[in-house]
C-alpha cells in the first residue's frame, strides 16, 4: 500500500534522508524505531509531502510524489502529530464527529463509522459529553485517533505517540492501538519511537533508521505480509 523507490528526500537545501527503498503492506503495524536526530519524523513529513524529494512514492499504486500536502489526507494518509488540536470548548463526540461533517459524510455512514471507533476506543464512549478542554493528554490522542477513524484513514502515522503519558496512560493508548489493529487489518499504521520496549509483541514489523538511511527491516513487496 506503501511504497518508497530510491527516495532522498532534504529539507530547504540539507539533505535528510537518503535512498529509501521499501513497502507496507495494508494492515500492518510497523514501528519506526531509531535515535533522535535519525529521521523518525522526517520520514513522515515526507510521506505527507513536506519535503523536497526524488525517487518515487507510492500509495495503493498511485505515485503521490508530486502531489501537494493538503491532498494526501483525501487518499486515506493521515498523520496525527503530537500537536493534537481539538477544538476544548466542544465535546468529545463534538471533535471526533467535526472531519465527519466536513466530508459530508451520509447521517447513516457517520453513525457507523462513530459506532466503530467507540468500538474500539470505549472510553471515548463514556466521556462523550465532556469539554474537550478537560480530557486529559492520552485521551485527547484517543480523540484525535477517533477523528482519522471518522475520516476513513487507512494509513495512520503516530509520531512518538507514548511521549509525555504517565505510563499507566501509556500503556492504556498502546492497548487502544493493537485494539485498533486487531478489529480493523484495514487500518495501516506506522508509529515512531525511540522507546522500541514500548512497541515490542505489537509491531508486526520494525524498520530501523539511521543517520537518514533504513539500516534494517526494509522488505520487498513479495515477502511483506498481506
Ligand atoms: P526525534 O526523535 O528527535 O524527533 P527524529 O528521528 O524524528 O528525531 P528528525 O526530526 O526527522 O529526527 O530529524 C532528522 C535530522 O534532520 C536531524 O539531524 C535534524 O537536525 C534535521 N532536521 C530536521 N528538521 C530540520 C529542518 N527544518 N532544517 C534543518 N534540519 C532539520
Redo the contacts with the bound molecule.
Sequence with gaps: MLELRDVNAS??I?P?LRNLDFFIGAGETVALI??????????L?TIMGFTKITGEIRFDGRPIGAMPPPARPGLGIGYAPEDRRLFSAFTVEENILLPAQAARLSAEETKRRLDRAYRILPELREMAGRPAGNVSGGQGKMVALARALMLGTKLVML??PFQGLAPALAQRYAEALRALRDADRSVTLII?E?NPALLRGFADRTLV?ER?EVAEGALEPETTPA
Design positions: 529539507i530547504g540539507i535528510i531509531g535515535r533522535n536526530g535519525a529521521g523518525k519524523t522526517t520520514l513529513r509520531d512518538e515512531t525511540s533508521i537518514g
